[in-house]
């Protein structure tokens, strides 16, 4: 019996450890969000809708975001076509066509979005290149409504791996954060071939519809 209740105790107190794991994951996770998407929102509000052509004006207002954003490698923006004109890199980026990126198609084709977290992957250029990247993103709409682009941050995976691996997980804890889809976006301990997955039919992500944020991760 003393075995029995013992045993029942260390659940417990482990039930309390994983429940305030999970608190703390949320709330980070809120808090990155959050930051990501005001520095969004302001970005659109600073350069108005459409965004104007003067990509040196607008690298300025990007670069000002960056300079204040932590975790984040550039900013840029999209036009309604899905053309890059301006980053917060350089006045003057290549031009290059981003319309098959999946940040882009989203907010074209639905207005209700709001921030959008890509699929992670690899970056291509600047600072970002060869390292683990998401884009957060928000649509840029004209005063009725329509779509006129894309403003974008490329966050650090790395950045948010620094903090889940501070955290006590034990020998076989594991930790991630999906997107509102269930692709998951980061993980500790750090396996590369489960980043970008579709989790949605795992049972941590069906009973709890909706959810947007850090649960126990696959192993």
């Not at 808090?31 to 520095?39: H, I, K, N, Y």
């Not at 980053?87 to 031009?95: L, Y």
């Not at 006590?168 to 301990?189: W, Y």
């Amino acid at each position: 019996a003393r075995r029995r209740v013992a045993s029942q105790q260390r659940y417990s107190q482990c039930a309390v450890h994983h429940e305030n794991l999970a608190d703390a994951l949320a709330e980070h996770t809120r808090q990155t969000l959050a930051a990501l998407d005001l520095g969004l929102t302001s970005a659109i509000e600073a350069m108005g809708s459409p965004p104007p052509r003067d990509s040196a004006r607008l690298h300025e207002m990007l670069a000002d975001r960056q300079a204040g954003s932590a975790g984040t490698y550039a900013y840029f923006v999209l036009d309604a076509q899905g053309r890059l004109v301006a980053s917060s890199r350089t006045p003057q980026p290549e031009p290059t066509d981003l319309s098959d990126t999946p940040e882009f198609r989203v907010h074209r084709e639905r207005r209700e979005t709001t921030l959008y977290l890509g699929p992670p992957r690899l970056g291509r250029v600047g600072y970002a290149q060869g390292r683990w990247i998401v884009n957060a993103s928000r649509r840029i709409e004209t005063p009725d409504g329509q779509f006129a682009g894309v403003v974008a941050a490329v966050v650090s995976l790395e950045h948010l791996r620094r903090f889940y691996d501070k955290l006590r997980l034990g020998e076989q804890g594991a930790v991630g954060l999906f997107s509102a889809e269930g692709v998951l976006i980061a993980r500790s301990p750090w396996v590369e071939r489960f980043l970008g997955q579709d989790f949605s039919n795992q049972a941590v992500y069906r009973e709890h519809p909706g959810f947007r944020g850090a649960w126990p991760a696959p192993t």
